[in-house]
């Protein structure tokens, strides 16, 4: 399985996320390690009230990076040489480290939103430690077939971020590649919050779906012989466009489905309609067979 993360290994908790530094250990704490990871330096004393604000305002982001950036306290009564230095005239002062060299800064207290995109800015830096590189190699294992090292790659890439929608979403659909409903439903029903209406996942449910119709789908060839027989079937036109998906006929499902759309799209509460807006939700958004089949349908709504 693909490795990653080897450019920062996430610290396990906030004392290794964030610590106390002194003269004795800023070269190393800091600049050594940001050749790693991005560091935040806090410059602050015990006597200051704004610290006492911005002090855990930026402890809580940091932790909230999960490990992508680390943060260093540095005490300006106990450390006078390194504010004399880097020529700290008030506080709090606050500069960010990145390859042994300050990179942003502020001084003053700040709005939380203003702490948090400082240190998404500085999140990027170092960029996503290989998660997405990962991601591809998963992608590419489930489209050569090899659905249980994607399963593993995904779920690796979500033990570094459980809200990771793409991650999420590809650990669906390899669980249904191996003909694990069950697992993937359950995947579903447990999706977090922050994620569940991401495109990624609406993209598994729709396959779920799909996948569930696929085993109660009937015979190609009867159907095809009933619905030749008999045109206007449109129950019969809607079982072949199932069976035809469930063979793996993508585009032949659709072309029976807007068929039966062009004849009549009030049938069963038109289920044409959305059973294709599922066959498109299921496929990448930029699959020719998504963007012809959404042309030929937006041209007979408007009609």
Known sequence: MLEFGQKQDAPAGAADLIRDVTEADF???????????????????????????LGPALEAAVTAAKGKVRMAKVNVDENQQIAAQLRIQSIPTVYAFWQGKPVDGFQGAVAGSEIKAFVDKLAGLAGDGGLGEALEAAEAMLTEGAAVDAAETFAAILGEEPENAAAYGGLVRAHLAMGNEEQAEGLLNAVPAAIATAAEIEAARAQLA??????????????????????????????????????GKVEGAVEELLELFRRDREWNDGAAKRQLFTIFEALKPTDPIVLKGRRRLSSMIFA
Do not use: N
């Open 27 to 53: 070269m190393k704490e800091v600049i050594e390690a940001s050749a790693q990871v991005p560091v935040i330096v806090d410059f602050w004393a015990p006597w200051c009230g704004p610290c006492k604000t």
């Open 210 to 247: 799909l996948a569930k119709q696929a085993a109660d789908a009937g015979p190609v060839a009867e159907l095809l012989d009933r619905v030749l027989s008999h045109p206007d079937d449109h129950q019969a036109r809607f079982d072949l466009a199932q069976a035809l998906h469930a063979s």
